[in-house]
């Protein structure tokens, strides 16, 4: 899936419409009427082996005998006939097809499935991209292009809208077209069998003419194309989704309580946040969202001021804010002092500030000015409730006149009512400050302005260094797996779990097996102070539930009688069960601690998916979760647990000092680093991992694995740092470097290096001057998607953020992974080694290894050097007639050896 071709879709030149029929009501008809009207300034052929001639136009009685090749084939057939009009098209050149018509296995009949498949293998031989089937058609408004059945054109404007749904999209069109609302594209893709999300989406995000994105999915066909197209498009517009289905009953259970605890929405939740993605949840909200975020910049943070001249309307605004996640600003002693100058001595005297009923227009003005002063206002959120003492349109006059001279903090309005409102709304929408009928509205808008500033900052923010040389001892870990696997089990004993754990550096309670009562006691002796004892049995994974966890046993005869009770019990209870002994461990008492769950499911879309929350005995109970994706660094483990309820608690709580974050936030870190590594990894629980400001300690883990035949980073949807590419340099003088991918802790490294950089080196590389590397240029350099770009560098060893970088060669591939921009720069005291020769090739290999076929560049005709090292790797250089200083190098890796 690429967007190769996709242009013969969206902007073609000439249209082939096969089924266009004269009968009324029919599809062909109303598509042909439809494609007709729109006003498309190219050539439309109809196709209908019955007629000469369709609303005035010729008509052709097959593809074959069209006069010319057609960059687009619209198609409205009966199903059986549409394999052999794709290769028909395929045939005389046409790279684009819309198929609207239905049967290819909607309803998994042999017939329908088996015409499916004769679709998608003609598309795939032929090179023909198709929208559909079973879809209602495109609309680009901005060409006069309107492919569709729907109901009614689309006005032109800059949003663009992609839904599975064709119902969903002449819904959307109806609600639009009432509002004014107009759009650059809208794109029905009904069964997806070759244009999905991830290709509208990356077509989309080059897209001149669109200005935001709008997705509504019921479902996604690749997890990891996905959310590379997301990061990717979200990082240049908003793209904000509607996901349907959110409450599926059908969701499939799992053993653990992890697997209880992440349900499929949850993890398209995870999977947004992760990827820059807005939500939002209704077709309204969908259109509130675009329209907020067009008139008004996201706010720093989520403390929000509201000011009221009715105290009811307040309450429901802080309402609404606080069951949405955000705050209320706190008032300093400063700014209530100067409120109190300007405010009737019954005001509020804090935040919702309610300066009263018969609050005029020069009140509110006077109000916002003190506000706008206060560094902990992110948002100030206006709200007029009418009375017949004061005008509403004079308030809203006061407040524009206001915000359109002075810098203000973000401005949000809500004036309550119909017709004594409507008005000043007009007033407000007129000088592009957002307005709503109602608080509740306006607070949901600022949080999604909130959310998006969020998601924006974690594409962008720069992740501190891992805090210790993290090298976990994998290979033990496998051995364990292997073991297990090997003897067809699928539950790792308590005593197997918490070695895997201890292999990645995870801290856990001191654990002893023991095969009998008598070794048992044996073992509590040994221990010499209060123990717990627990079963260890390969049939019951929730030990408690069975009576098979005892604490605080003092001595070896109560850990004897203890052992002998729980042996009994099982065997009474569970009598198929296997009991291969118990296992002893010291109790651990840390006053204070928090019990926390730490684990991983596996989604059967986006794969492997970590959860954090309060843990403990009832954790289904607390409800207390957030989901991530793996790969996770130190900032994006910080915010996952941020996401919890529990979180408030850790970070200090009435005299209660805060937990160690950071050793949280790095056992997240090495567990999902055990995903990354372990293929066979399906379900994991740390619960619970007891946690206070002295560190953590996993006191109980279980881990359910299956046999795997793929490595295990192709099961995650976001690809994980590639650490087999990393490879030891040694130079001449002595020196050995590591070169290696970047990664996003090397951006403090990455600055350091442009600093060392000679004016004409930086010139030489990005053809203007610069004297710094801004943070969001540097964060774009080290924040790859290593699915669809690699940076390899020259370091020292060492930890990731804290060694210097000598050198840095990067590709850049198209979505089609078909070709790829390259650009390098090795510093000038490194220079004379064949460091430049050794990067370029290392980097050809690995595009040639990803299947890359071409690799290009743009070299100023001036340096010799870049040109010199391109001629001897064999590049073709040619000049371009409009930038005769330019040199643009190209190598095909087709034929290439690899180094």
């Known amino acids: 899936m690429t967007i190769r071709y996709l242009e013969a879709v969206f902007k073609p030149k000439s249209i082939a419409l096969i089924g266009a029929s004269d009968k009324p009501g029919s599809i062909g008809a109303i598509v042909a009427e439809n494609l007709l009207a729109a006003g498309f300034k190219g050539e439309v052929m109809p196709v209908n082996p019955k007629h000469r001639e369709i609303r005035g136009l010729r008509a052709y009685p097959d593809v074959a005998s069209l006069p010319q090749a057609v960059d687009l084939g619209v198609i409205c057939t009966p199903a059986d006939a549409v394999p052999g009009i794709i290769d028909a098209?395929?045939?005389?050149?046409?790279?684009?097809?819309?198929?609207?018509?239905?049967?290819?296995?909607?309803?998994?009949?042999?017939?329908?499935?088996?015409?499916?498949?004769?679709?998608t293998t003609a598309a795939k031989s032929g090179q023909v991209r198709i929208v559909g089937p079973n879809c209602l058609g495109i609309l680009v408004p901005g060409i006069g292009l309107n492919a569709s059945f729907a109901h009614r054109a689309p006005k032109s404007g800059a949003l663009a809208f992609v839904a599975q749904s064709?119902?969903?999209?002449?819904?959307?069109?109806?609600?639009?077209?009432?509002?004014?609302?107009?759009?650059?594209?809208?794109?029905?893709?009904?069964?997806?069998?070759?244009?999905?999300?991830?290709d509208t989406l990356d077509y989309l995000a080059s897209?001149?003419?669109?200005?935001?994105?709008?997705?509504?999915?019921?479902?996604?066909?690749d997890a990891r194309r996905f959310m590379s197209a997301a990061r990717a498009a979200s990082r240049m517009k908003p793209v904000i989704v509607v996901k349907a289905g959110r409450h599926a009953e059908g969701a499939r259970a799992v053993e653990s309580h992890t697997g209880a605890l992440a349900g499929a929405d949850a993890v398209y939740d995870a999977a947004f946040e992760r990827a820059g993605v807005l939500r939002v949840y209704s077709l309204e909200e969908l259109f509130d969202a675009v329209e907020t975020l067009a008139l008004a910049k996201p706010p720093r943070g989520d403390r929000l001021a509201i000011v009221t001249n009715g105290g009811g309307i307040g309450i429901l605004a802080t309402d609404a804010l606080i069951d949405q996640g955000g705050r209320l600003a706190e008032l300093s002693e400063e700014t209530i002092t100067d409120l109190s100058q300007v405010l009737p001595p019954t005001w509020s005297h804090g935040n919702p500030v309610d300066i009263i009923g018969d609050a005029t227009g020069k009140r509110y003005a006077d109000t916002l000015a003190v506000l706008s002063k206060n560094q902990g206002v992110d948002g100030i959120l206006v709200l007029n409730c009418p009375t017949a003492v004061t005008s509403p349109e004079e308030a809203a006059r006061a407040i524009i006149a206001y915000a359109s001279?002075?810098?203000?903090?973000?401005?949000?309005?809500?004036?309550?009512?119909?017709?004594?409102?409507?008005?000043?709304?007009?007033?407000?929408?007129?000088?592009?400050?957002?307005?709503?009928?109602?608080?509740?509205?306006?607070?949901?808008?600022?949080?999604?302005?909130?959310?998006?500033?969020r998601s924006q900052d974690l594409l962008m923010e720069t992740p501190p260094s891992i805090p210790v040389d993290f090298k976990p001892n994998s290979e033990n870990a496998r051995n364990i797996i292997a073991g297990v696997v090997d003897a067809g089990r699928h539950w790792l004993s308590e005593y197997e779990a918490k070695q895997v754990m201890s292999a990645y550096g995870i801290p856990v309670v001191a654990t002893y097996r023991a095969e009998s009562p008598e070794q048992a006691a044996e073992q509590a002796a040994q221990i010499g102070g209060p123990v717990a004892l627990k079963i260890l049995s390969p049939d019951i994974t929730h030990k408690s539930d069975v009576g098979g966890v005892m604490l605080d046993l003092a001595g070896p005869a109560a850990v004897l009688e203890a052992a002998n009770a729980m042996r009994e019990r099982l065997q009474r209870a569970h009598p198929q069960a296997r009991l291969e002994g118990f296992t002893v461990q010291p109790v651990v008492r840390r006053p204070g601690a928090y019990e926390l769950i730490i684990g991983v499911s596996d989604d059967p879309q986006f794969g492997p998916v970590i959860l954090v929350g309060q843990g403990g005995v009832a954790v289904e109970a607390l409800d207390d979760k957030a989901l991530g994706l793996p790969p996770l660094n130190m900032r994006l483990a910080a915010e996952l647990l941020s996401r919890t309820r529990i979180y408030r608690l850790l970070k200090g709580f009435r005299g209660q000092p805060a937990v160690n974050l950071d050793a949280i936030a790095l056992t997240l870190v090495r567990l999902s680093q055990m995903i990354v590594d372990l293929a066979e990894i399906r379900e994991l629980d740390i619960n619970p991992l007891l946690v206070d400001r002295f560190g953590v300690m996993a006191l109980d883990a279980r881990i359910r694995v299956e046999p795997s035949d793929k490595p295990a980073a192709d099961r995650l949807a976001i690809r994980p740092y590639p650490k087999e590419l990393e490879e030891s340099i040694p130079l001449g003088d002595g020196r050995t470097l590591l070169l290696r991918p970047i990664r996003p802790e090397d951006e403090p490294s990455l600055q350091s290096a442009f600093?060392?950089?000679?004016?004409?080196e930086v010139r030489l590389r990005f053809f203007i001057p610069m004297s710094t590397l801004s943070h969001v240029t540097a964060a774009r350099f080290t924040q790859i998607d290593y699915d669809r770009e690699m940076a390899l560098i020259l370091t020292e060893p060492g930890i990731a953020g804290t060694t210097a970088i000598y050198g840095v060669v990067r590709i850049i591939a198209d979505p089609d992974n078909a070709r790829a921009e390259y650009a390098i720069i090795v510093r000038h005291d490194m220079t004379g080694m064949g460091l430049g020769v050794l990067l370029m090739r290392r980097i050809l290999d690995y595009a040639q290894g990803r299947g890359?076929?071409?690799?290009?560049?743009?070299?100023?005709?001036?340096?010799?050097?870049?040109?010199?090292?391109?001629?001897?790797?064999?590049?073709?250089?040619?000049?371009?007639?409009d930038e005769l200083d330019i040199v643009r190098v190209t190598l095909n890796l087709e034929h290439q050896t690899r180094h």
């Open 166 to 198: 064709g119902a969903i999209v002449t819904s959307v069109l109806d609600w639009a077209d009432a509002r004014g609302i107009g759009f650059s594209h809208l794109v029905s893709l009904g069964d997806m069998i070759d244009v999905d999300f991830d």
């Open 755 to 760: 600093a060392k950089l000679t004016p004409e």
């Open 405 to 453: 001279s002075q810098r203000r903090p973000l401005l949000l309005t809500s004036w309550v009512g119909e017709s004594a409102a409507q008005k000043a709304r007009d007033l407000f929408a007129e000088n592009r400050i957002p307005t709503f009928d109602t608080p509740e509205q306006a607070v949901r808008a600022f949080m999604y302005l909130v959310r998006y500033r």
């Open 852 to 881: 890359i076929r071409e690799i290009h560049g743009d070299v100023l005709q001036e340096n010799r050097t870049m040109l010199k090292l391109c001629e001897v790797l064999g590049f073709k250089q040619s000049r371009s007639p």
């Open 207 to 221: 897209d001149a003419t669109t200005r935001a994105i709008l997705l509504y999915i019921e479902s996604i066909t």
């Open 89 to 119: 098209l395929a045939t005389i050149g046409s790279r684009g097809a819309v198929v609207i018509t239905a049967g290819f296995g909607e309803r998994h009949e042999t017939h329908g499935i088996e015409l499916r498949k004769a679709l």
